[in-house]
């Protein structure tokens, strides 16, 4: 069974004037990245996902709405966020997996090396 989870990995606070309401105190960048967690193993995703919200008026924010000024912003903090690594991290349940199946090739490779 497959979980998978959201990270938050950045968020801002803008003061910026919203597209929409034209309100200087609602807007905030959240950069999130998913990870996927099994029995055996976490392994983040490579896409980062950003979102422009605003607070006062309760809209996400589209990049196509976006100011020269907000676009600014968002290449400043874009450039703040530090995702996490995409390798797969094992975990200890699969580190006993593979330790038994070494050991189960290991005993059978010994049985048929001593029955000739």
Known sequence: MNMITKHVLHTARLNNNCPECY??????????QEEKQSKFYNQASKEIDEKLYCHT?????????????????????KKQVHPKSTYIQLKSFSYIFIILGIVAIATVAFLLWNTN
């Open 23 to 32: 309100d200087t105190e609602g807007l905030e960048f959240t950069f999130t």
């Open 57 to 77: 008026c309760n809209n996400i924010i589209y990049p196509v709405n976006w100011t020269e000024d907000i676009e600014r912003v968002y290449q400043y903090h």
